[in-house]
Every structure is written in C-alpha cells, then in structure tokens.
C-alpha cells in the first residue's frame, strides 16, 4: 500500500515547510550566482595572464632584435666593428 503524506498537524506547518522551500531555493540561487561570477573572473584573469606573458615574450623579442637584450641597437658603425671583432676571434679559435 503506498505511503501518503499526512495533513499538516497545524495550518502553520504547512506555511512554515513553504518558507523554507523558497529560503533553500533562494540560497541556492545565491550559489549558482557566486559560483558563475568566481568561474568569469577565472576566465578574465586567464586572459589577462595570458596577454600579459605575450607582451613580455614581444618586448624580449624587440630587445633581440635591435640588438641585444637590454641595449639599446647598435648603429652601422658599431655593427660593422663588432662583426670584424667577431671575425677576427674566429680566426684565432679556428679549429
């Protein structure tokens, strides 16, 4: 024989058990909000942390090319007597 629910002993249980409901479907509510928002500000700070590194590995790489990291690029004069400077340890340390 299936079980029924039994009336309400009061007519205020029936009120009470119904302000509860809406209180625990209000605070889950509340924790779907908090978790979405915690979820969009991982996504943003994923992003600017990602942007970040890219800008870091641009200017690292700008630095290189104009000539070193950290220096400021040479000019043709200075590019020219590091290259004999270059060749001519070479020639000292030929195999």
Known sequence: MPRTLKPPA???T????ARARREQVR????LRREREKADYA?????????HAKKQRIAKIV????AGGYGQRP????????????DESWMDKHAW
């Open 74 to 85: 040479r000019t043709p004069a200075e590019d020219h007597v590091r290259t004999k400077i």
């Open 27 to 30: 605070l889950l509510d509340e």
């Open 14 to 17: 029936a009120l009470i058990r």
């Open 42 to 50: 991982r996504t943003v700070a994923d992003r600017r942390a990602e």
């Open 62 to 65: 700008a630095r290189a090319e």
């Open 10 to 12: 009061s007519p205020y």
